[in-house]
């Protein structure tokens, strides 16, 4: 892109984002706060390193090692918000064709996630170990064409557990790649490439630090310069070109709405603008609740600095949860009254999945299958004294049901629970 492009796209995204935010432009040095995922920004303000690893480590926790065994909240992964009457234990839909075949990341073997990272095949329930690892707790993000592996963090704090080793894996290969000593991985723009977030060995608290990014092939060799984050903010994902940042929450700051996300450019070291409650983000666009009754979901497209109103209800601030497919054309939302939608961006159609909303004390977990627009989704009992078995599924585009069938096995589980967020 030359830099007369840049400077179009930054004021095309500068006008876009200046219609869904109030309040001043930001200055040098950044104060807006906000995060994307709920699970990491509450990770944030008790101090823990983990804020990327929550994502995933939940529903493959759950997956693993079966349903959750303690009362408690649930992650914000499962329904978004209470249900106003008393739902199914179940999903329900079509059955799953016998032999249905899903590739699938798994730990295999091992407890408390210090399984090896392997590729399980659900229809020779068979699974292969990914070599170039070493024996350790793993998390695993989705990032466009395989997945990023760093040191599973859970109750972990930054500092002193700041500095790891960061991988890749390609989908289906069965070797990890090194790309890094840092914090985690995130998703850039474009698949062959991830953003490599680190942090200096002196500092002493990450809501206060700054955070140095590098763009880096997924075969290992660095792309770019180094860039400084502006002090308290993480990388969430490589959005058009720019980067998703997120406030890291002082200890003992208010956590309240609106939630607000900046984007940032790293050539230029400023704000392109500002997001409220991002629910989720792809290579080019961005999905957002306004902050207000009776609200739609409205979609930034970064690359055209246009916004769209979605048929998705907004809900409560921070309510929602979605996924991008890897190329950015469908999005998965779980709904407030839980059940689970698909947007095309595209058409703008949306299609609600009957027969995904469950009861409170159930959980549910989905995913796109290795980023592809196949949506896995698993289910089980939580807060309940039943101990049924867990139920695993799929939608295509042009399903008008989900495919559903009982797990035989916490591998399958694991499988269709996914591990992306």
Known sequence: MSSFDEQDLGRRVD???ATITSGPAPAAAIVAQGRRIRLRRRAARAGVAVVAALA???PVAIAWHGALTAPGPRPAINHPAPRPHPL?????????????????LVLAGGNNGNGKPAWYSTGSRRTKTIAGLPNEPYDFRRVPGGWSVGLLLAGWKCPPHCWNAQYFIADGSTHATKIGVGLWISAADHPGAVW????????????????????FSTTGPALGPRYRLPAGYILDRGVGGYLLLNRLLEKNSPDKPPYVSVLWDPRSNRVAGRVTDVIAAGPGQIAWSPDCRGCRVRLL?????TSVTTPIAGGQPGGLTGSFTDDGTLLAVQLTDGQLSVYDTSSGQLTVIPGTALNNNYWQVFSWLNGSHTLTVAAGCGRCNATGPEQIAYWQPGDSRLRIATATSQREVAAFSGAAP
Do not use: C, E, H, W
């Open 196 to 215: 490599l977030m680190s942090y200096p060995r002196t500092i002493t608290d990450m809501a206060t630090a700054s955070a140095y990014v590098q763009l």
């Open 15 to 17: 006008g876009a984002l």
């Open 88 to 104: 199914p234990t179940k999903m329900t839909g079509l059955p799953m064709p016998a032999g249905t075949n899903f590739q699938a």
């Open 56 to 58: 995933v480590a939940v």
């Open 301 to 305: 497209n970064v690359l055209t600095g």
